[in-house]
T-cell receptor, first 112, second 112 residues
Framework: DVKVTQSSRYLVKRTGEKVFLECVQD?????MFWYRQDPGLGLRLIYF???????EKGDIPEGYSVSREKKERFSLILESASTNQTSMYLC???????????FGQGTRLTVV | GQQLNQSPQSMFIQEGEDVSMNCTSS?????WLWYKQEPGEGPVLLIA?????ELTSNGRLTAQFGITRKDSFLNISASIPSDVGIYFC????????????FGTGTRLKVLA
């Protein structure tokens, strides 16, 4: 079974803190994604990566950055957390040429 | 960024009833996916559709790729309590890319 693991289920951070959300997949997938999920808005793509050290902006990259130093790991970084970044964050991975994305359980981040 | 409109936003149904939901867009898509997200988990792929008019089943679930390529439909027959969750559609405009646009979700609650 494909497994996508996010390091935390719940996080509470203060405004202005630098926040790291970690994601690891164990199926050697080339592609990894970070989404944000908000009620009534569905899933919105923040960033994705199609190879180590490669990244592309999604639909809502402002206030976020990413790092992919190893194939299995994709990190989302909030440089200076703000309250409007309170949300559920979902990491996903996929194999090139296949449409299916496998998702982690999500990290519910609260910025106070 | 663009989002897909899903309808209805939420629904309560009695166990044993059939359920229908749809996803519409002003743009043409080449691939449609349907995901289910259970409480506390990430979305899991249910059905993938690749051709206009295609009808695909997965157990009690049946999905269709609309003829206009601007919509897709998901039906669940004889619903059971474990059908509870949020159902998302996702569309891909250009084959071979990694970007999917997700719908706003349909929250399903089943009354036993």
């Amino acid at each position: 079974d494909v497994k996508v693991t996010q390091s935390s289920r719940y996080l509470v951070k203060r405004t202005g803190e630098k926040v790291f959300l970690e994601c690891v997949q164990d199926m050697d997938h080339e592609n990894m994604f970070w989404y944000r999920q908000d009620p009534g808005l569905g899933l919105r793509l923040i960033y994705f990566s199609y190879d180590v050290k490669m990244k592309e902006k999604g639909d809502i990259p402002e206030g976020y950055s990413v790092s992919r130093e190893k194939k299995e790991r994709f990190s989302l970084i909030l440089e200076s957390a703000s309250t409007n970044q309170t949300s559920m964050y979902l990491c996903a991975s996929s194999l090139t040429g296949r449409p299916e994305a496998f998702f982690g359980q999500g990290t519910r981040l609260t910025v106070v | 960024g663009q989002q897909l409109n899903q309808s209805p936003q939420s629904m309560f149904i009695q166990e044993g009833e059939d359920v229908s939901m749809n996803c519409t867009s002003s743009s043409i898509f080449n691939t449609w996916l349907w995901y289910k997200q259970e409480p506390g988990e990430g979305p899991v792929l249910l059905i993938a559709l690749y051709k206009a008019g295609e009808l695909t089943s997965n157990g009690r679930l049946t999905a269709q790729f609309g003829i206009t390529r601007k919509d897709s439909f998901l039906n669940i027959s004889a619903s059971i309590p474990s059908d509870v969750g949020i159902y998302f559609c996702a569309g891909q405009k250009t084959s071979g890319t990694y970007k999917y646009i997700f719908g706003t979700g349909t929250r399903l609650k089943v009354l036993a």
